[in-house]
């Protein structure tokens, strides 16, 4: 393992003013089982190294994996790196916070305590569970992922900080088939606790919600009244998260460019960056850049309060860091759209034509980040006389985000922490634009 007190005194003696070291390292383990056999096992264990280093006012950066190359070798690498930089950003290596949140709770060593005979057999189990549940269920695959992260941080500045965090996915998806139709969905459970990974709601629900989806087809063009599951809408939120970075407003890359302070949603929608999360691998007290992360909330009942910075755009806007600085650029930890008080049965009481929304193709192409339009292919089910009725599927819901968070017009207490890594509720929307038959 590299001296870091001997790499940053080296550094210094070469010319490079100031540096800083963020080592990171990924445990991963992979179980699968497909159509009742162990078709994967893989584990893995990952390190990197990122060395960055003020050298005749640049800001240079190394990456390296070997974390046994020589100190000579990285620091001939930064300052060679440093001469070819051009930006006119000011460099900065951040001296720390005063304060940083205590972060124990994000790592749970019973998941280290499980053996990992009990995981592969807790695999085998959904498998056949699902098999099982009904003669229409014709090819399983089930799958149980287990991570953890660990960094740190120091410079020479005299910051030294550590987080470690870990999760776990048990994950599973199933064909099912009648006479005349064949439909898969997919589900996950993601949680840092052993105790949450139960697999009869889990396999129960799974295979009910596939088997009532056979048959779909599309409906009639026109406006219906939507109630978008978590699954669906933090699709939508993770669409469009760019829009709150600053790094993009300042290149007028965001719909959001000077809607600081203003209504950008109704009354009911509320979305936060909570850096601490309970059950999130990517969770954390501190970003890649020493900043000590914070709970914010970006937008609070429609208002829009922050955008999402990093040292480098929070200086050009004569701000403070948010505790958003990660990969060189700005990112979330955790978004999260904050809950409701009634289910989401509740939210479709009053719906006499309208549609659940459970999920959403076509993200990548189909939002346009900068305008804030979507186009997406979509499937769920029509919902009559407030209660879920035929299945639908092969229709497109297009809109606005920014006009979707104006027409949001309550909010579920289902909140569920998606496979995009945002958390969200089922939400109910006005009347939206749907193109079907």
Known sequence: ??????????????????????????????????????????????????????????????YTENLNQPIAEIISNLIENAKVIDSTDEPIIYAGDKEYAKADQLYNPKLDQVDVSDKIEKVKTLDNTLKNKDPRVMTVQALYAEGSRSVTLENTKGLKLSSKANAADLFAEVIVKNDVDQRNQFDLIHSSDPADLEIEPFATNLVQNTLRSLGAK????????????PTAFSLLVS???????????????????????EKIGSD??????????????????????????????????????????????????NVSSTGNGFGGS?????????????????LMIDVDNG????????????CDSISGDFSLQASGFVIKNGELAEPVALITVAGNFLGLMKDVVEVANDTKLTYVGVMSPSVRVRPQKVSGL
């Open 1 to 62: 393992m590299m001296n870091f007190k001997q790499l940053f005194s080296q550094a210094l003696q070469a010319g490079i003013s100031d540096v800083q070291v963020f080592l990171s390292g990924s445990k991963e383990m992979n179980i699968e089982s497909y159509e009742g056999k162990l078709d994967r096992y893989e584990i893995s264990d990952v390190s990197g190294l990122s060395i960055k280093g003020i050298y005749h006012g640049k800001l240079a950066n190394y």
């Open 218 to 229: 599309p409906i009639a063009t026109g406006e219906y009244a939507i109630v978008f599951n």
């Open 239 to 261: 669409a469009f998260q760019g829009i709150f970075h600053a790094d993009n407003v300042q290149k007028n890359l965001s719909l959001l460019k000077g809607k600081l302070g």
């Open 268 to 317: 009911q929608i509320s979305i936060v960056d909570d850096p601490l999360l309970r059950h999130s691998m990517r969770s954390r007290p501190f970003d890649d850049e020493g900043v000590a992360t914070t709970y914010k909330e970006l937008v609070k009942n429609g208002m829009l309060n922050t955008y999402l910075y990093n040292l480098v755009s929070a200086k050009k806007d």
């Open 330 to 346: 700005t990112s979330a930890l955790n978004l999260v759209v904050k809950a409701g008080n009634r289910t989401p049965e509740q």
């Open 355 to 366: 549609l659940y929304i459970t999920e959403l193709q076509g993200t990548h192409a189909g």
